[in-house]
């Protein structure tokens, strides 16, 4: 989604424009139009702009929806979930999947990870994502001391891979645990 189409910039230019029109109003000498919209106005481009100082962009989605929809119905919900969650406008937080992160003891409160993209995948028939993030503060190796904690923590039966497609970024991947083949008991 376009930052210019954020609900915060939706409610700044709502606001600024009732505003104006307010004082478009008053200085024409029409009353009843100039009183509703400047303290309507005011305060909702006040909200706007409050909102926007707050305001973290959601994750880029990298693949459509409608490529894994077979995949998709099996997929544990909350993964679903997950993809629903980062790929949204967030307010009053620092990055997205803030408290996640602090609960994992990934957090660096000066300078935290950033969600940069989520992917949907399908890794031998399983519904799996791919988020990327940007490291900042927290090292490989804090994160590499998390990775077994990582896949319990967004579903139950998942299994986390970290890789450092580039310096300074990190992917998590998560997918279903592999189901080890139980041998079959001679009668």
Not at 85 to 91: A, G, P, S
Not at 96 to 111: C, G, M, P, T
Not at 129 to 141: D, G, P, Q
Request: hydrophobic share 40%.
């Amino acid at each position: 989604m376009n930052k210019l189409f954020s609900p915060a910039s939706l409610i700044t230019i709502g606001g600024a424009s009732l505003s104006l029109i307010g004082l478009t109003a008053y200085f024409s000498d029409a009353t009843n139009l100039s009183v509703p919209t400047f303290f309507y106005g005011v305060p909702i481009f006040l909200i706007g702009i409050s909102l926007k100082t707050t305001e973290v962009p959601p994750a880029l989605r990298v693949v459509p929806v409608t490529k894994f929809a077979s995949e998709r119905e099996k997929a544990p919900e909350e993964l679903i979930k997950l993809v629903k969650d980062v790929t949204r406008w967030r307010y009053g937080q620092s990055c997205q999947l803030e408290a996640s992160l602090r609960v994992l003891k990934l957090w660096d409160i000066d300078n935290p990870p950033q969600l940069i993209e989520v992917e949907e995948l399908v890794k031998e028939g399983n519904y799996g994502i791919r988020m990327r993030f940007e490291m900042a503060a927290v090292s490989l190796e804090r994160w590499n001391a998390q990775k077994e904690r990582l896949g319990r923590f967004f579903a139950k039966g998942l299994c986390a891979e970290l890789f450092c497609p580039t310096p300074g970024a990190i992917d998590l991947i998560l997918l279903p645990q592999k189901q080890e083949e139980k041998p079959q008991e001679n009668e």
